[in-house]
């Protein structure tokens, strides 16, 4: 499985970005595609998944009810909508997909993409 990941950039507080990440290969093995993110000097940590089949979100607090996840099946991709944004959300964001059930650890997934800047100005 190959996760390739856009969208990222730079933004002013309160603004939005949205995220894409188009999954490629063995698609049929991913139950769970995500987010995570690792902010200046911090651990990667968990932010947002979708589950393939049902469409059931996870979401980290520090995130809900700014962030949005969500699938395109046919276009096998899931986008991340990001608003109301903060400096704090400053941070390189992973694209992540996991073929077991959801779990917040990064070690949770198999497979990852490249992590796309994201950098909020206060």
């Known amino acids: 499985v190959q996760l390739q990941a856009s969208g990222g950039g730079l933004v002013q507080a309160g603004g939005s970005l949205r995220l894409s990440c188009t999954a490629s290969g063995s698609i049929f093995s991913i139950n769970v595609m995500g987010w995570h993110r690792q902010g200046p000097g911090r651990e990667r940590e968990f932010v947002a998944a979708i589950a393939w089949s049902t469409g059931s979100t996870y979401y980290a607090d520090s995130v809900k009810g700014r962030f949005t996840i969500s699938r395109d099946n046919a276009k096998n991709t899931v986008y991340l909508q990001m608003n109301s944004l903060k400096p704090e959300d400053t941070a390189v964001y992973y694209c992540?997909?996991?073929?077991?059930?959801?779990?917040?650890?990064?070690?949770?997934?198999?497979?990852w993409g490249q992590g796309t800047q994201v950098t909020v100005s206060s």
């Open positions: 992540a997909a996991a073929t077991r059930l959801f779990g917040r650890n990064a070690d949770k997934n198999d497979y």
